[in-house]
């Protein structure tokens, strides 16, 4: 089974900061893979799908990118409403891994 | 613009069926080229995909659940449902549908499922 290693969990940054977070996978899953934010209480919402195309309406300060099996969710420029929590997701196989999550939170 | 909307009972009984239902708005399922998933979310904890189905009856399963769960979809009713079986403790969460391919591009609000005597 493919494993999504993601990292690191917690980030603290302030608000104009360049975030990045990274999700390894344990195997090659091409770019079949979707990025999402979710708030408390929210379903999540999704940013990035196929490793690095926008979804629409999302800001184009979210960026997404592919290095062989490593994947990075950027955001160039941190705003207020962005502090929640991020989640990678593969969907090469069946069983949609998600990466266990990192929450963004105020430094 | 598509709505997804979960129903089903908040409380069941450990070794019963959990039995969900997603209903979509704001389109038609049977228009086709859609893809119809379930996921789920431990309380505090991370989220797993269960599965999900092609608007024409195809299903995909996640493997750890292949051998009790059923994901169903009724096109004249804009609905497809989620039967999990012998449901134990481990099995209380928030329970999600969602409109994509083994991804999520559109999520209902999700509903809380506990299971317990």
């Known amino acids: 089974d493919i494993q999504m290693t993601q990292s690191p969990s917690t980030l603290s940054a302030s608000v104009g900061d360049r975030v990045t977070i990274t999700c390894r996978a344990s195997?090659?899953?091409?770019?079949?893979l979707a990025w999402y934010q979710q708030k408390p209480g929210k379903a999540p919402k999704v940013l990035i799908y196929h490793a690095s195309t926008l979804e629409s309406g999302v800001p184009s300060r979210f960026s997404g990118s592919r290095s062989g099996t490593e994947f990075t969710l950027t955001i160039s420029s941190l705003q207020p409403d962005d502090f929640a929590t991020y989640y990678c997701q593969q969907y090469a196989t069946y069983s949609g891994t998600f990466g266990q999550g990192t929450k963004v939170d105020v430094k | 613009q598509v709505q997804l909307q979960e129903s089903g009972p908040g409380l069941v009984k450990p070794s019963q069926t959990l039995s969900l239902t997603c209903s979509v708005s704001?389109?038609?399922?049977?228009?086709?080229?859609?893809?119809w998933g379930w996921i789920r979310q431990h309380p505090g904890k991370g989220l797993e995909w269960i599965g999900y189905i092609y608007y024409r009856g195809s299903t995909y399963y996640n493997p750890s659940f292949q051998s009790r769960v059923t994901i169903s979809i009724d096109t004249s009713k804009n609905q497809f449902s989620l039967n999990l079986r012998s449901v134990t403790a481990a099995d209380t969460a928030v329970y999600y549908c969602a409109r994509g391919e083994g991804w999520g591009r559109v999520w209902g609000q999700g509903t809380t499922v506990t299971v317990s005597s």
């Open positions: 704001g389109g038609s399922m049977s228009s086709g080229g859609d893809y």
């Open positions: 195997q090659n899953i091409n770019e079949w």
